[in-house]
């Protein structure tokens, strides 16, 4: 345990509205968040309750419409569109539901592309970089494979080392198990609590309580406003329960 936990995400009065012809949907009503280093953070809530657009801003792909976001120490709100580019390839990885690899390119190229923005890093460092990442994700042997040639966790696995190239501050996930069954579900999940306890700081956005109690605190979303925040007591292993499961009869 360190002394004094840096803070990596500090929301204050956030709001976000989106225009849908004559309707203004206000998508988030003023949150306050606040997200340290090293901390696994559930973002729950039912479909339409804001999880998605909070993820997208927290993540820079999308700005808020009033309120304040510090990112690492950075305001981001007055940033332009090229340095929020530039502040995700260097310090952001993400994961989404449906892996988002490129199709005609390999495991391995798929992972190099987020170093392809930090120029101080040359071809080879990127390709032992890529390697590395994906050894660390258990896909040593399937770096050569395009994505229609690996199984849906197989590819997540990509996206998660994809994520991880450049030595990301935060990770976002949104709904990263959502496609997957069960078993493949604990995988990953057992993926991210191994990250975790080496000290990286995920934000995971999921509606399922089951997979919110792999991490260490759940934040609920309901209509664009936060409200609950239970630190949990005690997270479920994901490896535990992937032992316990009824053994794969194929
Ligand atoms: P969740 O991820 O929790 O399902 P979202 O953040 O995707 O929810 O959506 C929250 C609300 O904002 C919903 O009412 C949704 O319809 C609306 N919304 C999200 N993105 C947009 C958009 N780009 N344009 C218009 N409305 C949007
Ligand atoms: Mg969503």
Do not use: W
Request: with cysteine; glycine share 8%.
């Amino acid at each position: 345990m360190k002394a004094h936990k840096k803070t990596i995400i500090s929301v204050t009065g956030l709001k976000k509205y989106f225009r849908v012809g004559e309707v203004i949907v206000q998508a988030l009503r003023g949150i306050d968040l606040s997200i340290e280093e090293g901390e696994f953070v559930a973002i729950m809530g039912a479909s339409g309750s804001g999880k998605s657009t909070m993820l997208n801003i927290l993540g820079c792909l999308d700005q808020p419409s009033e309120g304040t976001y510090l990112l690492d120490g950075t305001d981001v709100s007055g940033l332009s569109k090229n340095e929020l580019a530039r502040l995700r390839n260097l310090k952001l990885g993400f994961v989404f539901q449906s892996y988002n690899l490129l199709p005609r390119t390999s495991a391995l190229e798929n992972v190099e592309l987020p170093l392809f923005y930090n120029h101080a890093i040359r071809a080879r460092e990127r390709r032992e970089r890529a390697e590395a990442a994906l050894g660390a994700v258990g896909l040593a042997d399937r770096m050569h494979h395009m994505p229609n040639q690996l199984s849906g966790g197989q590819q997540q696995r990509v996206a998660i080392a994809r994520s991880l190239v450049n030595d990301p501050v935060l990770i976002l996930a949104d709904e990263a198990t959502g496609n997957l069954d069960t078993r493949t579900s604990y995988e990953i999940m057992a993926l991210f609590q191994e990250l975790n306890e080496k000290g990286k700081t995920i934000v995971f956005v999921t509606h399922e309580p089951e997979i919110a109690e792999f991490m260490g605190r759940n934040v609920v979303f309901r209509d664009g406003n936060i409200v609950k925040q239970n630190p949990l007591l005690k997270r479920n292993s994901a490896m535990e329960m992937l032992k316990a499961l009824p053994p794969e009869n194929d």
